[in-house]
C-alpha cells in the first residue's frame, strides 16, 4: 500500500499541473486580445479618418461642380444686362449678380475650409499609418513570444498526460477512482500528508491511534473531517 500511496502523491502532482496547464491556455485569448487592442485601436481610427477623408473628398468634388455652376450663372446673368428694358429690371437683375457673388464667396470659402481639413486629415492619416506599422512589429513579437509559450505548455502537458497515464495504470481501479472522486471535490488536493498530529488538508487535529496507522502505510485511511487521504511525509533531513 506504501506505493499505491507514493503514486497516488506523484498522479496528483501531475493533476495539479494539468490542472495549472489548462487554466494558463485559457487565458491566452484573451491576452491575445489584450496586446493586440492598441493595435486594433489605432486601426479603427484610420478607417474612421479614411471615411471621413473620402467625405470631405467628395464634398469637395461637390462644391466644386457648385462653383462651376454659380459662376456660369453670373456669365449669363452680366450678358443679359443689355436686354434689360427698363431701372427695376435693371435693378432686380444687379441684386440677383450680387446673391450670385456671395453664393460664389460662401462657396469659396466651404472649398478652402474643406481642403483644409483634407490637408490635416491626410497629415493625420500618414502619422497614424506609421504609428500603425510600428505597432504591427511591436505585437507581432509580442504575439510570437506567447505563441511559443502557449507552444511549450502544450508540449509539456502531452508529457505530463503520457506520464499520468502511464502512473494511473499502476494505481487499483477502485483507489484511482476514490482518488479522483475527491480531487474534483477537494480543490485539487485529494492526498495530504500528516504533519504533527494534524491533517494538512483541513488542519483538524488527528486522534493518535490514526497518526501510527498513517505512518505504517499498510492500509489506505482517510481525515474523518475532510476526508482526503493521508500519508506519513517523511522527516526532513536537518540543515547542516
Not at 57 to 62: G, T
Not at 72 to 84: A, P
Request: charged share 30%; net charge negative; aromatic share 4%.
Amino acid at each position: 500500500m506504501k506505493e499505491q500511496l507514493a503514486l497516488l502523491v506523484t498522479l496528483q502532482t501531475m493533476d495539479l499541473k494539468r490542472q495549472k496547464d489548462k487554466e494558463r491556455l485559457k487565458d491566452f485569448p484573451e491576452k491575445m486580445a489584450i496586446a493586440e487592442k492598441p493595435l486594433n485601436d489605432v486601426r479603427s481610427e484610420i478607417e474612421t479618418a479614411q471615411a471621413q477623408l473620402e467625405q470631405l473628398v467628395k464634398d469637395r468634388k461637390d462644391g466644386e461642380l457648385d462653383l462651376q455652376t454659380i459662376e456660369e450663372k453670373i456669365v449669363k446673368l452680366k450678358l443679359r444686362l443689355t436686354d434689360l428694358k427698363t431701372n427695376k429690371e435693371y435693378h432686380a437683375h444687379l441684386q440677383e449678380i450680387a446673391a450670385a457673388r456671395n453664393a460664389k464667396s460662401e462657396t469659396e470659402d466651404q472649398l478652402l475650409t474643406a481642403m483644409e481639413a483634407i490637408d490635416q486629415l491626410q497629415a493625420d492619416l500618414k502619422i497614424k499609418q506609421t504609428q500603425l506599422g510600428e505597432d504591427e512589429v511591436a505585437f507581432s513579437g509580442v504575439k510570437k513570444e506567447m505563441q511559443d509559450e502557449m507552444d511549450l505548455i502544450v508540449s509539456e502537458a502531452a508529457k505530463v498526460e503520457a506520464d499520468w497515464q502511464a502512473t494511473s495504470e499502476k494505481i487499483s481501479k477502485s483507489l484511482l477512482g476514490s482518488y479522483q472522486r475527491l480531487f474534483n471535490s477537494c480543490k485539487g488536493l485529494a492526498v495530504v500528508p500528516v504533519r504533527g498530529q494534524t491533517c494538512t488538508g483541513c488542519h483538524f487535529s488527528l486522534p493518535p491511534q490514526l497518526i501510527a496507522e498513517v505512518k505504517r502505510q499498510s492500509k489506505v485511511l482517510t481525515c474523518g473531517y475532510c476526508h482526503r487521504i493521508l500519508y506519513a511525509k517523511p522527516p526532513e533531513t536537518p540543515a547542516e
